[in-house]
């Protein structure tokens, strides 16, 4: 049966999701599903900081180049997240970044220099800084990266990955301004002020990563989302979606089949706009509802007892109308 990483490639999208390796190596179904639907894979947490070197200077790379191996095998590409994200950091990591700003620099030099080295000829595409804007969409995020090194963190790493690996795909990505509500809206301003002060300096970047995390008690307003791409776009940026899945806010099982159907209208509208911008990659943050992070993780799970439906896949690893929606949009 044909794929969804199938269907896109045929008109020059790739598809794919967020592996977890642990679960690829542990679970055939979840395993078959990725070989099924994706033609890129990127790591949901294999690529982090804490995954990567969990104590100063010693680097695990162990569960990444496990996924780089079943891409490999396969014929599919692996994309790298995140290099520089006040999340998922080690606690060595939070206290040195305490420490100065020669402390820090050090830090994000060595990682760099690791990581980068390592997937250099494997990784063509990396999330390099990922979530710098606040929530609230009026300043950058108060992060620890922040707090040791200013605003120009950002610039500091982008020209770090550009200096480590010239033909890398360097994505600073982000979530919270895909949808119509006033804090999406003054979150867009925020990014393309940032983006444009970032190109201004000429600092190197090649894409805006739309984590597209949705949420269906939000509206979603197709044709401002569209004027927005269209600013990154001329600003010579690459768009790509890094993180889709929609997140419901009903509780009663019964409502599914409707609520599935809202969910499969969403999908179609914001995808279909984003590959009218430009978009050529499109991943969701998992394939199936069994394992997302919208379920296992306490800050965003909705709360006992409601379902959990926003990826193309349902727990039981069949195709949702999510699914059906976005072989549509491609
Ligand atoms: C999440 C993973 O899904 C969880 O398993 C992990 O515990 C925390 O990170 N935005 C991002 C992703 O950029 O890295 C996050 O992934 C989800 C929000």
């Keep these: 049966m044909t794929g969804l990483g199938e269907i896109a490639r045929a008109r020059g999208i790739s598809f794919g999701a967020a592996m977890l390796t642990h679960l690829m190596q542990r679970d055939p179904a979840y395993e078959a599903a990725f070989a099924a639907e994706a033609a890129v894979i990127v790591s949901e947490w294999e690529g982090k900081f804490a995954a990567l070197q969990p104590e100063e200077g010693k680097f695990d790379t162990s569960l990444l180049d496990a996924q ?3 891409a490999q095998q396969r014929g599919r590409t692996l994309r790298g997240h995140a290099l520089v994200w006040h999340e998922s950091l080690p606690a060595w990591a939070e206290r040195a970044l305490t420490e ?13 220099d690791r990581v980068l080295s390592h997937t250099r000829s494997q990784i063509r595409d990396w999330d390099v800084v990922n979530e710098p804007i606040a929530t609230a969409g009026d300043q950058l995020r108060d992060t620890p990266w922040l707090r040791a090194l200013g605003p120009e963190y950002i610039d500091i790493a982008l020209k770090m990955a550009r200096e480590r690996d010239p033909t890398l795909r ?4 982000e979530y919270g301004f895909e949808e119509d509500v006033p804090e999406a809206l003054l979150k867009r301003q925020q990014l393309l002020a940032l983006l444009r002060g970032l190109l201004e300096r000429k600092v190197p970047l090649d894409a805006l990563g739309i984590q597209g995390h949705l949420h269906m008690s939000r509206p979603f307003n197709a044709a401002s989302f569209a004027g927005f791409l269209a600013e990154v776009r001329s600003l010579g940026l690459q768009v790509l979606i890094t993180e889709l899945d929609i997140r419901e806010t009903w509780d009663a099982p019964q409502e599914i089949a409707a609520r599935d159907a809202l969910v499969a209208e969403r999908t179609y509208a914001f995808v279909s706009t984003a590959l ?25 799970a909705m709360g006992q007892g409601r379902v959990h439906r926003g990826l193309p896949l349902d727990d039981n690893w069949q195709r949702k109308p999510m699914w059906h929606a976005l072989a549509r949009a491609f």
Excluded: Q
């Design 276 to 300: 009218e911008g430009g978009a050529r990659t499109v991943l969701s943050w998992g394939l199936s509802d069994k394992y997302s992070w919208l379920a296992n993780t306490p800050a965003v």
């Design 100 to 112: 100065g700003r020669d402390r820090a620099l050090g830090i994000m030099t060595a990682h760099f």
């Design 170 to 173: 360097i994505v600073l990505n």
């Design 68 to 70: 780089l191996r079943w």
